[in-house]
């Protein structure tokens, strides 16, 4: 899943005003394999999306109907399809897997991974793909004793770059501060389920299930609040 997905479904979310929720869940064996998901639960978007239909006009042509939000998901749509033929392509990764489900409005991608490095090989893809100029980056480390959240996928500095690159016109941290109240509280959940008790994280606002075994970090997607900015580190 690429950042730009991201961007379209903030453009969404500036015509109807409603809450979604971005999940990634990353499964990590003692082997250093694993799966990852990462899916986009839009489902409070339908009802607004039916209303908005039933309420355009009549008069209005196919094509002009087609540019709604409901156009919106079949592009991800699309794109979770492109996606997945390019991670099959990377090494390392397999059983990739499209997330669409227009009933529930969830879309996203899972897939197994050989090792840490082969997770951080397919995500680097992803953003490459979009963007010649991306750098690639360490999105995770592991070793026997640890594992390491290195980087974020939604990078705010980065946001603000890209955001400007979409809109063709440079945006000024005024105007980015005002994108980040508009989407406050809009969140970024990732759960982190691990075959071994976690003994130690560096975050601290994650919150960890009975066994240890299950973490799980929520934040806000362009606010930084205390606790969140950094890696996380998770000792074993």
Do not use: W
């Amino acid at each position: 899943m690429n950042k730009r997905h991201i961007f379209s479904l903030l453009a969404i979310v500036l015509l109807m005003s409603s809450c979604f929720n971005f999940k990634e869940r990353i499964f990590l064996k003692k082997d250093g394999s694993g799966t990852y998901t990462f899916t986009i639960d839009m489902s409070a978007l339908k009802p607004m999306m039916e209303a908005f239909e039933n309420m355009a006009d009549s008069t209005q042509t196919d094509d002009e109907k087609k540019e709604g939000p409901k156009d919106m998901t079949k592009k991800f749509d699309d794109d979770m399809q492109k996606d997945k033929e390019l991670l099959e392509s990377v090494d390392g990764i397999t059983n990739v897997e499209a997330i669409s489900d227009e009933e529930t409005f969830n879309f996203g991608l899972k897939f197994d991974f050989a090792d840490v490095k082969a997770l951080n090989n397919a995500l680097n893809a992803m953003n490459k793909k979009e963007n010649e100029n991306y750098q690639e980056k360490e999105f995770f480390k592991y070793s026997k004793k640890s594992f390491e959240r290195v980087s974020l996928f939604l990078d705010k500095s980065e946001l603000k770059q890209e955001m400007s690159e979409e809109s063709d016109e440079e945006m000024t941290d005024q105007d980015f501060e005002q994108m980040s109240q508009m989407f406050g509280d809009m969140t970024y959940t990732t759960e982190y389920v691990f075959e071994q008790p976690v003994k130690n994280i560096s975050n601290q606002n994650a919150m960890m299930s009975p066994d240890g075994k299950k973490v799980t970090i929520e934040t806000k997607i362009l606010k930084e609040e205390e606790g969140e900015s950094g890696p996380t580190k998770f000792s074993f």
